[in-house]
Antibody
């Protein structure tokens, strides 16, 4: 069965960096686009970033563009999110999610349990 | 950016009743690229409906989606106790945006 397991969350000071990982299993990872979505405590969902199935194309939400970088290692079935210059408003649970196929206009059909990132001094 | 506005913010109903949730887009969502998710406390979102009206794998047929253009609806025909949760709509036509959510609570 499809599984997505995030790791790398934690408490980090403002201005610092963190790298989140999402390990995938149960499907052919290298044919699916992958996303990161975040949810601040008690708030709604915000799309963060997308990476194409082959890793060549990436897209970002306006609030993170220039600070966050999405990447993937298809040999390890893992997608990453490098988060830099962290701000208090980046505090959230970060979910990785699978696109329903390799193309971009697809719903997010499987989600991980999420990794909590808390930005605090 | 396509803004999605969900209504009502909170819906109070009893098990066995019918629930109708609305999602309105600030501009037309082409190809009906709209999904509905259910989220329970401490859990990730779960895909219910995609392409406006297609049920995702394993979703009971009491859940149905309809609509096109700027107006979309999620209907739960007969509420079960496990259906009380927060529901989000999402468009994936032009980038990706979510509605603010509708909380479905037990009356």
């Amino acid at each position: 069965q499809v599984q997505l397991v995030e790791s790398g969350g934690g408490v980090v000071q403002p201005g610092k960096s963190l790298r989140l990982s999402c390990a995938a299993s149960g499907f052919t990872f290298n044919i699916y686009a992958m996303h990161w979505v975040r949810q601040a405590p008690g708030k709604g969902l915000e799309w963060v970033a997308l990476i194409s199935y082959d890793g060549y194309n990436t897209y970002y939400g306006d609030s993170v563009r220039g600070r966050f970088t999405i990447s993937r290692d298809n040999s390890k079935n893992t997608v990453f999110l490098q988060v830099n210059s962290l701000r208090s408003e980046d505090t959230a649970v970060y979910y990785c999610a699978r696109a329903q196929s390799g193309s971009y206009r697809q719903p997010f059909d499987y989600w991980g349990q999420g990794a909590l990132v808390t930005v605090s001094s | 950016e396509i803004v999605l506005t969900q209504s009502p913010g909170t819906l109070s109903l009893s098990p066995g009743e019918r629930a109708t949730l609305s999602c309105r887009a600030s501009q037309s969502v082409s190809s009906s690229s709209l999904a509905w998710f259910q989220q329970k406390p401490g859990q990730p979102p779960r895909l219910l409906i995609y392409d406006a009206s297609n049920r995702a794998t394993g979703i009971p047929d009491r859940f149905s989606g309809s609509g096109s253009g700027t107006d979309f609806t999620l209907t739960i025909s007969r509420l079960e106790p496990e259906d009380f949760a927060v529901y989000y709509c999402q468009q994936y036509d032009n980038s990706y945006t979510f509605g603010q959510g509708t909380k479905l609570e037990i009356k």
